[in-house]
């Protein structure tokens, strides 16, 4: 990252001058001052093994566009960042406390839009790199949002139905402050979902006296959620890699699909993908997975994990690790669970033809390159995963407009936005000569620099 200040904040009223010496002080200080070498550095807050990895996606697209070094530095670093600290009763009587975050990247597009995520690995770094990824997201398919995230730091499997509850209400309480529906819009992420988005909505509109469901996407319908939510973001995965195979002159039909992750995002895939002609022949979650070359029952498998909870002892494969599964022969992988999965460690090894990303952040910059190298092409998750944001700005549009639309409407919606986005990204690389990420993320810088050098500095 530059270590370059933005000129208003280098220099002072005298041209030129630093601006340490503005406040000169007594003996040493003076010295210090001067350098600057008293600063904590740029990002410092922020930096985590995830933010590291979106900050190298982001200069090398911002290298390509030779974007102002000021300019780089705005928009690398999170507009707003807020952390809290709060109790919780658990079941037992016990009082326990929880740390949260929300962090809002970029206010220059519009309100802040991303998901919240209970995980044990929650921190400012990576929540900072999420939403730095979510506005990427939206202004690559072209939404009037910028990127947030947030989330609580827990183990979302040690939590009764009524701790998640007592969580998530005091969670949204904490973060009101800066939240609303013209502000920033919570949506569902890891470990949260359409009950635990109703009761945020309920806490919040508790809060104003009013219903406000728009506060909120990924709501049951009878509070205002959209039709085709739930499905949202994996059918959006499956209209991207769909646009990626035209391009490719490959059929679907017959095609061996491994995933990493049978959540809300793994789960619509594998059944989508199957519905089109293809074989799942591995998936895993958390707790390992199940491989079978002839293509796994999936009505079986999906029956299991309703009953079980997880993948784990399910009768119609052979036994095989969470992340193990990733080396799995086959045509598509889809790491569909959390990032940080291909790395330099493992990327040598998959034996796949196309890699498409379902999770935030799955391939390191290192992985990256070696995929690259071996001539795998990447659907990334910028685009790939775009679908849940998508159909997320179709409820808060219907929301706001107190309208609603049918799930034909939106599947078309969904699909056309999908595709052309694909296709926009697919032509902006064949002309850089680059990878599908860095020009899915040139296009997207380009849109948020714009914005941002048109909006200027205030005052
Ligand atoms: P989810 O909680 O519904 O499912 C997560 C799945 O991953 C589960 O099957 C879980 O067991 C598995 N998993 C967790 N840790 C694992 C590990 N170490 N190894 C293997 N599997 C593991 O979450 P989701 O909503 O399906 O989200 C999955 C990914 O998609 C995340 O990266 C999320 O940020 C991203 N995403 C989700 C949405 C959405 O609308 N839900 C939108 C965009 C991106």
Redesign the pocket.
Same mark, same amino acid.
Not at 284 to 287: E, F, P, Q, R, Y
């Given at each position: 990252m530059s270590e370059k200040r933005s000129s208003e904040e280098a220099t002072s009223a005298r041209e030129g001058e630093p601006r340490g010496r503005e406040r000169r002080g007594p003996g040493g200080w003076d010295e210090v001052l001067a350098t600057e070498a008293h600063l904590v550095a740029p990002g410092a807050e922020w930096r985590s093994e995830l933010y590291r990895v979106a900050i190298t996606q982001f200069e090398r697209a911002a290298g390509i566009l030779r974007l102002d070094p000021d300019l780089r530095e705005r928009l690398i670093e999170p507009r707003r960042s807020l952390v809290v600290n709060f109790p919780m009763r658990r079941d037992n009587g016990e009082v326990q406390e929880f740390t949260g975050y929300r962090v809002q990247h970029t206010l220059a597009l519009g309100p802040a839009k991303g998901?919240i995520?209970f995980a044990p690995g929650v921190s400012l770094g990576e929540c900072a790199a999420l939403a730095l990824w979510m506005t990427f997201k939206c202004a690559l398919v072209e939404l009037p949002f910028g990127g947030a995230k947030g989330g609580v730091r827990c183990d979302p499997n040690r939590l009764s139905s009524g701790e998640m509850e007592r969580l998530i209400r005091r969670y949204a309480a904490e973060i009101s402050p800066i939240i609303g529906p013209d502000r920033d819009i919570p949506?569902?992420?890891?470990?949260t979902g359409e009950q635990e988005m109703a009761w945020f909505m309920d806490t919040y509109s508790q809060q104003q006296g009013q219903a406000v469901p728009e506060i909120v996407t990924?709501k049951p319908p009878v509070l205002g959620g959209t039709e085709g939510r739930r499905a949202?973001?994996g059918l959006g995965v499956v209209f991207a890699l769909e646009a990626a195979m035209e391009h490719l002159g490959w059929e679907l039909e017959g095609r061996r699909v491994v995933l990493?992750?049978?959540?809300?995002?793994?789960a619509v895939i594998a059944d989508e993908l199957v519905r089109r002609g293809a074989r799942v022949v591995g998936v895993?979650?958390?707790?390992g997975g199940v491989v079978n070359e002839d293509g796994l029952d999936l009505q079986a498998l999906t029956a299991w994990v309703g009953e079980h909870g997880?993948i784990r002892g399910f009768p119609g494969g052979e036994r095989v690790g969470?992340?193990e599964v990733l080396l799995v022969p086959c045509d598509l992988l889809i790491p +569909?669970?959390?990032?940080q999965q291909i790395t330099e460690d493992n990327a040598e090894d998959l034996d796949c033809k196309l890699l498409v990303e +379902? +999770?935030?952040g799955p391939t390191t910059p290192e992985g990256d390159e070696i995929l690259a190298r071996r001539g795998i092409p990447v659907v990334p998750d910028v685009l790939a995963?775009a679908g849940?944001?998508t159909v997320s700005y179709y409820e808060w549009v219907q929301g706001m407009q107190r309208e609603k639309w049918s799930s034909a409407a939106i599947a078309e919606r969904l699909e056309q936005r999908m595709r052309s986005s694909m296709g926009r990204v697919i032509g902006s690389a064949d002309r850089l000569g680059t990878d599908w990420r860095t020009a899915a993320q040139v296009l997207a810088i380009e849109r948020v620099a714009e914005a941002s050098r048109l909006r200027a500095i205030y005052p």
């Open positions: 998901g995520r949506a569902p992420d890891m470990a990924g949202a973001t990493q992750g049978f959540g809300k995002v793994g895993a979650d958390v707790a997880f969470r992340r +569909a669970a959390l990032e +379902a +999770a935030n995963n849940g944001v």
